[in-house]
């Protein structure tokens, strides 16, 4: 059984930072890539950032390059998500998601192409 944990979520000032972390297990996680979505209440979830599995190729949002950066540790599971520079607009419900790909470059940047999905971590930046 697949299961994706987020943590680290929580209240920040503008401009502050935060460390998302998302811990995965029952599954091959070497050989899967990750992403992180976030959504806002009456929006669709929107893609963050992307990691292939070897933490070779990333990808990211126009709206966080520069600012947000996405790491994996393989063998601890896990997938980082290291934000600064946090603006109001990132206020968010933040998910970690998962693509079995086996060991190849493709890139994926859109929900409906993950299989597994975390329950969510708050994020949220005051004014």
């Known amino acids: 059984q697949v299961r994706l944990v987020e943590s680290g979520g929580g209240l920040v000032q503008t401009g502050g930072s935060l460390r998302l972390s998302c811990a995965a297990s029952?599954?091959?996680?070497?050989?899967?890539?990750m992403g992180w979505f976030r959504q806002t209440p009456g929006k669709d979830r929107e893609f963050v950032a992307f990691?292939?599995?070897?933490?070779?190729?990333?990808d990211y949002a126009d709206s966080v390059k520069g600012r947000f950066s996405i790491s994996r540790d393989n063998a601890k599971n896990t997938v980082d998500l290291q934000m600064n520079s946090l603006k109001p607009e990132d206020t968010a419900v933040y998910f970690c998601?998962?693509?079995?790909?086996?060991?190849?470059?493709?890139?994926?940047?859109?929900?409906?192409?993950?299989?597994?999905w975390g329950r969510g971590a708050q994020v949220t930046v005051s004014s």
């Open positions: 990691i292939n599995w070897s933490g070779g190729t990333t």
């Open positions: 998601a998962s693509r079995f790909t086996g060991r190849t470059e493709l890139v994926f940047t859109t929900p409906m192409m993950f299989s597994y």
């Open positions: 029952g599954l091959t996680f070497s050989a899967t890539a």
